[in-house]
């Protein structure tokens, strides 16, 4: 069953809270610190989120303004094989590797301490977007991909894309911290 708005809202909340106690009280060495040369840091890992996440702003905001469809956004049947696909690749039970588009890759160098805070801050404006679009009809606006525009899909795809997305990489954060030479 999927996931209504007012769910998705509680679900990001609920990230935002744990990731403020589970990571909140970590040093920025903690934070950066990488288990292999391959794998991502705690602040990796949110940083990839701030970024990925960012990209929503804008297009949210054009579909307040009423902004007209793209000729992809347009095309049928296409947003609601994406919208599945991403929403059940990102899944974090799922044990399938992504790899993240360059645009969303993370810093490679130390990332500031302050990450979490700034995480948290971006849920919450991410959550008050999501409710200036309660009134509209989520699963007939259709969207592009900010990563690849000829990706189209669902807004209410894109807030279950966002939700599942922290969650995947909030796993990946708290396996980095229960390695067993974690700072």
Known sequence: MKPDLPTLIAQLNDIANDARSTFGQLSPSQLNWKPSAERWSVAQCFDHLLTSNKGYFPIIDRVLA???RTLWQCVPLLPAFWGGLLVKSMDPSSTRKVKAPKKFQPAQSDISGSVIDDFVDQQRKIAEKMKTTE?????????SSPAA???????MDAYRLIVVHDQRHFQQAKRVTEESSFP
Do not use: A, N
């Open 149 to 155: 525009s000829p990706i189209t899909y669902s807004l």
């Open 135 to 143: 009134h509209l009809d989520l699963e007939k606006i259709i969207i």
């Open 66 to 68: 009423g902004e007209k």
